[in-house]
Nanobody, 121 residues
């Protein structure tokens, strides 16, 4: 069974930066597509970014492109989300996910519990 644990969330002022981490346990996820999603209060969960098993293919939602960057360290079984230029509309619970068949299908099998990111104006 795969477990995903997010960390790195918190309160930051607009324009600031945070780096989220997602540590996986249970088995190696080196060949597994991983992604980040977020859910703001009263809104549906939305895709943020995804990365292939090798790390060579990355995709980011238009709303975060140029500000957020997904990366991974397979030796540490960890995926990251570097968030720069944070805006109040980025406030949400951020979830890590693993096990999508393809980057485009977004049918992830495993999910973390989420970490809160709050951006103040």
């Amino acid at each position: 069974q795969v477990q995903l644990v997010e960390s790195g969330g918190g309160l930051v002022q607009a324009g600031g930066s945070l780096r989220l981490s997602c540590a996986a346990s249970g088995r190696s996820l080196a060949a597994t597509i991983m992604g980040w999603f977020r859910q703001a209060p009263g809104k549906e969960r939305e895709f943020v970014a995804a990365i292939s098993g090798s790390g060579h293919i990355k995709t980011h939602a238009d709303s975060v492109k140029g500000r957020f960057t997904i990366s991974r360290d397979n030796a540490k079984n960890t995926v990251y989300l570097q968030m720069n230029g944070l805006q109040t509309e980025d406030t949400a619970v951020y979830y890590c996910a693993a096990g999508s068949r393809l980057i485009t299908t977004r049918d992830y099998k495993y999910w973390g519990q989420g970490t809160q990111v709050t951006v103040s104006s």
